[in-house]
């Protein structure tokens, strides 16, 4: 099981991004993706979720109304749109996956089978 992210960089401030995680050894139809990140010194925060079932896309606060999860089963491709970003958006993004059925917090690490090495996004003018 393999999860890669890319889309990252440098973008000023109110500018866009989207960020790709491809996932290999497994069909993403029977998983939880969510996206996750973590900015120097900070905790690791998940920010977004998606059931690949049911689809009901999740955001945190503080990216809500900016940033869209969406996916591409038959490529087992998922994406984070990134729109207006601000400084405070610098971070590492990752993307995560779970294979296990049952309630779950979703913002939780430890909710998470896999994960990917993560890429940079940096805001910045």
């Known amino acids: 099981v393999q999860l890669v992210e890319s889309g990252g960089g440098l973008v000023q401030p109110g500018g866009s991004l989207r960020l790709s995680c491809a996932a290999s050894g497994f069909a993403t139809d029977d998983y939880h993706i969510a996206w996750f990140r973590q900015a120097p010194g900070r905790e690791r925060e998940g920010i977004s979720y998606?059931?690949?079932?049911?689809?009901?896309?999740t955001y945190a606060d503080p990216v809500k109304g900016r940033f869209t999860i969406s996916s591409d089963s038959a490529r087992n491709m998922v994406y984070l749109q990134m729109n207006n970003l601000r400084p405070v958006d610098t971070a590492v993004y990752y993307c995560?996956?779970?294979?296990?059925?049952?309630?779950?917090?979703?913002?939780?690490?430890?909710?998470?089978?896999?994960w990917g090495r993560g890429t940079q996004v940096t805001v910045s003018s």
């Open positions: 998606l059931s690949m079932k049911r689809g009901d896309p």
């Open positions: 995560a996956a779970r294979s296990r059925e049952g309630l779950f917090a979703w913002r939780a690490r430890d909710s998470y089978d896999y």
